[in-house]
């Protein structure tokens, strides 16, 4: 695995000193901390940069610590033994990754990977566990975090079993526009990135959503997808299994 230190810059291009601050003030595991028990925390994290494409951790490996994403997106994926890769989850800035082996001392139980260029803050293992052990309420947070995971894996797990690739990618496109937030349309993923998180391969999910285009549910100009009909989409992914 390789790190870049210094030479990326932020999205944002806002100093890394201010990424720092804004990271630990805004991520949900210590938003119950004071501004001093937080400039703590942040005062032991190690900053990581990565460029698109990178590797912040793979499954099966030691876990060093809790990542912060700072700026930038990442995806949570595991791979079968024949190669094949689902995606389990997406997260953006702010969030944190790496939570479910803190306490157990396994090995981190999928890959973490950037989708763009992404800055993050590693607060080692035992660092961590030391700052729960005189701030229990993180304790909580981090098992609110990690319920949420475990509701999404389910939900995953059931749209697999249970559900047609047509239904998956509807709702998919609904969940992503709900990431992207401020009520838009625009879908910022791309094909493969949306046959990852449905488990199938690229050509599946164009062949579905020309279809969909051509049902004047969405609108495909130059591979950036827009959703034109909404509700259309969610009684499409609401159908009975």
């Known amino acids: 695995m390789r790190y870049i230190e210094t030479r990326l810059r932020t999205p944002s291009d806002l100093p890394l000193s201010q990424v720092r601050r804004e990271t630990f003030a805004t991520t949900a595991l210590f938003a119950t901390l004071t501004p001093e028990e937080r400039q703590q ?3 032991l994290a190690v900053e990581k940069q990565f460029q698109a494409g990178e590797v912040l951790f793979h499954e099966g490996t030691p876990c060093d610590g809790l990542y912060l994403i700072g700026s930038g997106t990442v995806k949570i994926s595991k791979t079968s ?3 094949r ?3 389990l989850a997406v997260e953006s800035a702010p969030s944190s990754v790496a939570e479910v082996p803190l306490f157990d001392n396994g090995t981190n139980p999928a890959t973490v990977t950037a989708l763009r260029d992404t800055v993050a803050f590693l607060v080692h293992i035992g660092d961590f566990q030391r700052f729960c052990r005189q701030h229990p309420e993180v304790v909580l ?3 609110a975090v990690v319920g949420r995971r475990l509701r999404q894996l389910i939900g995953l797990i059931e749209a697999v079993t249970f559900g047609s690739v047509r239904q998956r990618l509807a709702g998919t496109l609904l969940q992503a526009t709900e990431e992207a937030g401020e009520g838009g349309t625009q879908i910022p993923l791309t094909h493969e990135e949306l046959a990852l998180r449905l488990g199938t391969v690229r050509e599946v999910v164009s062949r579905n959503l020309a279809r969909f285009q ?3 549910m969405v609108r495909i100009v130059k591979r950036q ?7 259309a989409l969610r009684a499409e992914a609401e159908t009975e299994f």
């Open 41 to 43: 925390i942040a005062a």
């Open 225 to 231: 997808i827009e959703i034109v009909d909404p509700a």
């Open 85 to 87: 890769e689902i995606m």
């Open 214 to 216: 051509a049902e004047g």
């Open 81 to 83: 033994s024949s190669g």
């Open 141 to 143: 947070k981090v098992l």
